[in-house]
């Protein structure tokens, strides 16, 4: 396959994570990089020697561009990808798809009117550990889902007081920037689209929002979000834990790592689900076993897989117009939905 030109839009710090990620990928190039910094344009385009413009108007200028990576914070999302998929160009869009549902609603008729692919970058649905997780379900091996929780105590403080994500008006507040990861992964998992039972949030001295906490349910499963931005990258941790009726299953790190199975099930029944090979089987006192499945490799190097698998999903629907994403904008419509909701 020749490899479909990219243009990515908004070199900043995870603008500039995805570029290295796509310059390793066979099935993409790297052919221009645009943003309002001139220095950042200029710096990130001389890194993969593409072209770098000042602004994604001048970008879509650029014949060569089939597909644009759009990276800007939240609250350009909406106008950047209609002009995106009003320029005939396939979008790759950061997380959250817009701010609000009828901006969502309006880029999917957009992209439809237009014969343009979207897909959005929700690496949860990339990640080995969440897809182990969500085929055990599918086929029932633990028995029925009862119970979803997330607890996600994420690097807040190592984003400065004027920092985008602050402002409900840029980022669309914490449900909306952030949460939309795992309502769309805990729908996945559960196989329903979910809806949001209770809420609450906490606000810092300065006003801004960093903690907030709700309960939801998807079908017969209850569900529990905990997301508190209150520590450092020293100190950050998230845990989601599954309870099926015969085990439980546990994700580690906000991109995990690992999955953790306690059950009393034969591990016959678990290893081929398992992405790596897990560590011997431990037997507690209670005659239940624990599995261990980890990636050797590390955070870093999971979530640019991740990164590189959602791309890698887009080009090949760009030149196979037959192929079905695996990431959809109505699922990343629907994941919004419950952030929103949540918001309110
Ligand atoms: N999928 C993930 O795992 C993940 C992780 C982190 C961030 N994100 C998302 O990535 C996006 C970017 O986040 P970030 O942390 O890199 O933000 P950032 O503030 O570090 O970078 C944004 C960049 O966009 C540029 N920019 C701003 N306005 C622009 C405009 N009108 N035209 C062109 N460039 C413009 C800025 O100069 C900056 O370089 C956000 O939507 C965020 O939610 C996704």
Redesign the pocket.
């Known amino acids: 396959m020749k490899p479909v030109p990219i243009g990515l839009?908004?070199?900043?710090?995870?603008?500039l994570f995805c570029l290295d990620a796509f310059a390793e990928m066979p099935e993409v190039r790297i052919a221009a990089v645009?943003?309002?910094?001139f220095g950042?344009a200029d710096a990130a385009a001389a890194r993969h020697q593409a072209k770098a413009y000042y602004?994604?108007d001048a970008m879509l200028k650029d014949a060569s561009v089939e597909i644009v990576a759009l990276?800007?914070?939240?609250f350009?999302?909406a106008e950047?990808g209609l002009a995106v998929v009003r320029s005939g160009r396939h979008l790759f869009a950061?997380?959250?798809l817009t701010l609000t549902l009828e901006e969502g609603e309006i880029l999917l008729q957009e992209a439809r009117a237009n014969r343009v692919r979207l897909t959005v970058?929700?690496?949860m649905r990339r990640n080995p550990f969440w897809d182990a997780t969500t085929r055990l379900r599918r086929d029932g091996v633990l028995g029925a889902l009862l119970h979803m929780d997330l607890i996600n105590h994420a690097a807040g403080l190592d984003l400065p007081p004027s920092?985008?994500f602050w402002e409900r008006e840029k980022?669309g507040g914490i449900w909306v920037?952030?949460g939309v990861?795992f309502f769309d992964a805990f729908a996945w998992v559960s196989g329903y689209a979910g809806e949001i039972t209770g809420v609450q949030s906490f606000a810092r001295a300065d006003g801004a929002v960093d903690r907030v906490e709700c309960l939801a349910r998807f079908g017969a499963a209850a569900a529990h979000f905990y997301h508190g931005f209150t520590h450092s990258a020293r100190t950050e941790q998230t845990t989601v834990r599954l309870t099926f009726e015969q085990g439980y299953v546990t994700l580690r790190e906000w991109?995990p790592t690992s999955i953790e199975i306690v059950t009393p099930l034969s591990s016959d029944l678990l290893i081929d689900y398992l992405p790596s090979e897990a560590e011997p089987v431990e037997t507690t006192p209670t005659g239940t076993f624990r599995l261990i499945s980890r990636a050797p490799e590390g955070k870093s190097a999971v979530?640019r897989a991740c990164?590189q698998a959602g791309m890698s999903d887009l080009a090949r629907a760009v030149r196979e117009p037959e192929h079905s994403l695996s990431v959809t904008g109505q699922e990343a419509l629907n994941s919004l939905r419950l952030a929103v909701q949540a918001s309110r």
């Open positions: 839009v908004g070199a900043g710090a995870f603008g645009a943003d309002t910094d950042r602004s994604l990276n800007t914070p939240p350009l999302h950047g950061e997380k959250p970058d929700y690496v920092h985008w980022s920037e952030h990861h991109v979530y990164i």
